[in-house]
């Protein structure tokens, strides 16, 4: 995010309530969202816009209650992404939607998936894609190229 020495309000508009998260998660990217113009209103709301959620899935009750009442229902990534660039991102991409299944996708561990080509933002939203869905636990720890 580039400094213009104001506050950001990249997150002016966006009333959030966090979902999942452990006390010092939430709370950081509680101050990431207030610090930038978001509003907290505690719990998933009438007020609610986004829902921000960490270990729920996709078709966890709390999220479909949330997405039935028109509420947005993103992850963490969602405000990084969006602080990072300064700027909401679009919040219906599937890089920012809950997983399926926190465990993955059964059998991906014996799954190969090849870059050749992919460059730049294309190559990290892949790769940001594949480490949530297919649960590599294992690969996480390796460098990336």
Sequence with gaps: MLDSGFPSQTFSGVRFALVGFSSIDGNKLRSKLLGCGGIDVGQSSQ????????????????????RSSGKVVVTRSWVDHSFDVGMLIDEKSVLYRPLRDLNGIPGAKSLVVCLTGY?????????V?????FNFA???????E
């Design 138 to 144: 294992e690969e996480r720890s390796l460098q990336r």
């Design 129 to 133: 894609c594949a480490w949530g869905s």
């Design 47 to 66: 007020t609610c816009t986004h829902l921000i959620v960490d270990k729920l899935v996709y078709d966890d009750p709390i999220c479909v209650d949330a």
């Design 119 to 127: 460059q730049h933002q294309d190559r990290e939203d892949i790769m």
